[in-house]
């Protein structure tokens, strides 16, 4: 399908505006091959032809698309920063947004600091502006540089909005691999019961779905600082027999519930050892 509607679009590309429809039309393509396991040639190629026609219509828009997505394809770090500078004079929210998104992804293991305030803005830009799929984006990996810093809570906090907002548009797989987060610094905090039923249940509903297990992995960006992704992933899928009796009736619902509930739990903890170590530290000081 995307074939063909870059067909369509070459076959009308003989005027100034066809050009420019052409440009978008390989921005689109191009993002969802570099999205697809085994498109990065046809990818970069789609890129090449994209940046050609940038430069001839000599729009700084188009360029700014360009580089965004050669940045996203390439890891090129001087691209993506320069495509931040050039959204600054652009002036479009949307496109920076972007801009910040793609940035915010390449330091995530060199920076991840700065990279949590990138994609921090580029949440709220595009939430701004109604920008729901880049707000989701960005949401999606500053949890997973939250994860880097060890911020596993406020990490799971982000998935869980996820999670509701994509089960509320019916993007179940989605979903699914949000709340498989939850259940993951879930663990990570040391709740293992809950962790592991909410991943069992996840896994259920993948599995009866027809889809691939291992798709609930966290993404590549956080594997090296998260070394029991996949010993967390082999566990639920072990005690998968075990749970069943547990999982089998649960609700979208029932499980959106455990991870809400166990989540203010988990506040409630690190509030109360909050107030026990000032509590120690003012000991002290009195007299």
């Known amino acids: 399908m995307a074939e063909a509607g870059l067909l369509e679009a070459r076959a009308h590309a003989d005027s100034r505006d066809g050009q420019r429809v052409l440009c978008r039309v390989l921005a689109v ?45 390439h890891g090129d770090l001087p691209a993506a920063q320069e495509a931040v500078r050039a959204s600054s004079r652009i002036g479009n929210p949307s496109m920076r947004s972007w801009a910040l998104f793609g940035l915010g992804i390449l330091l995530t293991r060199s920076d991840p600091m700065r990279a949590r305030a990138l994609l921090e803005e580029s949440a709220h830009l595009a939430m701004d502006v109604g920008n729901r799929d880049a707000a989701a984006y960005a949401n999606e990996f500053l949890a997973n540089v939250l994860d880097t810093v060890g911020e596993h809570l406020n990490a799971a906090r982000i998935r869980l909005t996820s999670a509701q907002q994509a089960f509320a548009s019916g993007d179940r797989a989605y979903a699914y691999v949000h709340l498989f987060g939850v259940a993951e610094n879930l663990d990570d905090v040391g709740d293992r019961e809950a962790a592991i039923l909410l991943g069992a249940w996840v896994m259920r509903q993948v599995v009866a779905a027809g889809w691939d297990a291992a798709s609930l992995d966290r993404d590549d960006v956080t594997v090296e600082v998260s070394a029991h992704t996949g010993e967390f992933a082999s566990f639920v899928r072990s005690e998968l027999e075990r749970l069943e009796p547990q999982v089998a009736d649960m609700s979208d619902d029932d499980a959106l519930a455990l991870a809400r509930d166990h989540l203010r739990r988990e506040d409630l903890l690190v509030g109360i050892e909050s107030d026990a170590a000032e509590q120690d530290t003012g000991k002290g000081f009195r007299t």
């Open 29 to 73: 393509v191009g993002a969802a091959y570099m999205a697809r396991p085994g498109f990065f040639d046809r990818a970069a190629q789609v890129g090449e032809e994209q940046h050609a026609i940038a430069v001839a219509l000599g729009d700084p828009y188009e360029m700014l698309r360009w580089l965004s997505f050669h940045a996203g394809i």
